[in-house]
Every structure is written in structure tokens, then in C-alpha cells.
């Protein structure tokens, strides 16, 4: 069974950092490409960032580049999100998500349960 | 980026009912169209891929439909559990996007 851990940072004050960490069980973890997602309060998905299989090849929406850092341990199984100038319209709840595949345009067959992230002074 | 439209946004129906929620693209996606189930406070739920293919483990009474710009997910007799807000989400290119979500409430 997939099984996908979120766990990081809670509260962040605008213009910090926080880091998010996903950690990744019952599957071939270096086999697929792995995403960030997340949902801002009573609000719908976004996607933010996704990494190959391999972390070769990285993805971002506009709205983090060079803010945002996505990474992979593949030793460790885990998927990390470091967020950097933080923003109040950051906060939301943070979901780790697995691609259908290695790389490239994909959709998310397994989703963790979520990690809110508040960004607040 | 791919813009996509969901509608309506809120949907009130009874356990029995088919319910049929729209999803349209700004630009063609061929059948690069996915849809997720999420009930509140829920991880999204990974629900059709390529438009019309079922996930494993999905009841028959899911089904998706389309192609190009504009794309159907069709739940013929609502069930209890089935209560929940629906939305796809476009895998033709990146930035991957969502549409903004319709919820399918109790009539």
C-alpha cells in the first residue's frame, strides 16, 4: 500500500522559510516522479512543483519560482519542499503527491494526507 | 498556463440521482484530463485518468467522457458516500492546473 508522510514546519512569518518533507512507503520510490500540491483555505488544488524520478528534470509554478526549492532523497525515500520569502498567500495545506510516472506531464494516482503551512507575523 | 473551468460549482442532488459536472480547457488537451473525489478535511482521491479510464478500485458507476476542450464526469446513482467536491485536472503540459472544484451537496 503507498503510503505518503507529510511533515515539516507549521508556522512561517512572511519573508522566512519553512521545509517540508514527504516521507514515501510501499512503492518504487525512484521509479516515479513526485509533486507538491496544495490547497489554500476553502479553496481548490494548486499544483507547485514536481521532480523526475531520478531529479533530473524539475517543475515549478510561476507563482514559487525562485522561492521555492523541491528535492528528492532517493536513498531515503523522501520528497522535500524548501520554501524560502514566504508569503501570507502561502498558507495552505502542503500535499505530497505520487506522478503516474518517471517524468514529465503527469496526474497523481496516491496523495498524502496533508500538512498545513500558515504563513503569519 | 491551461486554464480550466468546472461547472457548476455546487450541485444539490439525492442519493439516486445521475449527475453529470463539466470541465473545459482553454486550449485542447486531447484526453490528457484527470479527476479527483475529495470529501472535507481529505486527501484528494485519484478517481479517471486519459478522460475516460477508471481508476482501480473505482465503482462503474463513475464515469468520465470527452476529448479536446471539453470533458464529463458522469456519477450515475449518487450514493451517500459519493457526497464530496469533484475536480479534474489537466496533464497536457506544465504548469499543471486544476479546475476550481465542483461540490456535489445533499438536495
Known amino acids: 500500500e503507498v503510503q505518503l508522510l507529510e511533515s515539516g514546519g507549521h508556522l512561517g512569518q512572511p519573508g522566512g522559510s519553512l521545509r517540508l518533507s514527504c516521507a514515501a512507503s510501499?512503492?518504487?520510490?525512484?521509479?516515479?516522479?513526485m509533486s507538491w500540491v496544495r490547497q489554500a483555505p476553502g479553496r481548490g488544488l494548486e499544483w507547485v512543483a514536481g521532480?523526475?524520478?531520478?531529479?533530473?528534470?524539475?517543475y515549478y509554478a510561476d507563482f514559487v519560482k525562485g522561492r521555492f526549492t523541491i528535492s528528492r532523497d532517493n536513498s531515503n525515500n523522501a520528497l522535500f519542499l524548501q520554501m524560502n520569502s514566504l508569503r501570507a498567500e502561502d498558507t495552505a495545506v502542503y500535499f505530497c503527491?505520487?506522478?503516474?510516472?518517471?517524468?514529465?506531464?503527469?496526474?497523481?494516482?496516491?496523495w498524502g494526507q496533508g500538512h498545513l503551512v500558515t504563513v503569519s507575523s | 498556463d491551461i486554464q480550466m473551468t468546472q461547472s457548476p460549482s455546487t450541485l444539490s442532488a439525492s442519493v439516486g440521482d445521475r449527475v453529470t459536472i463539466t470541465c473545459r480547457a482553454s486550449q485542447n488537451i486531447y484526453t490528457w484530463l484527470a479527476w479527483y473525489q475529495q470529501k472535507p478535511g481529505k486527501a484528494p482521491k485519484f478517481l479517471i485518468y486519459?478522460?475516460?479510464i477508471l481508476a482501480g478500485g473505482v465503482p462503474s458507476r463513475f464515469s468520465g467522457s470527452g476529448s479536446g476542450t471539453e470533458f464529463t464526469l458522469t456519477i450515475t446513482s449518487l450514493r451517500p458516500e459519493d457526497f464530496a467536491t469533484y475536480y479534474c485536472?489537466?496533464?497536457?503540459?506544465?504548469?499543471?492546473?486544476f479546475g476550481g472544484g465542483t461540490k456535489v451537496e445533499i438536495k
Open positions: 486519459k478522460a475516460s
Open positions: 485536472q489537466q496533464y497536457d503540459s506544465y504548469s499543471l492546473t
Open positions: 521532480i523526475s524520478a531520478n531529479g533530473d528534470r524539475i
Open positions: 510501499g512503492f518504487p520510490f525512484t521509479n516515479y516522479l
Open positions: 503527491a505520487k506522478g503516474s510516472g518517471v517524468y514529465g506531464v503527469l496526474y497523481f494516482d496516491s
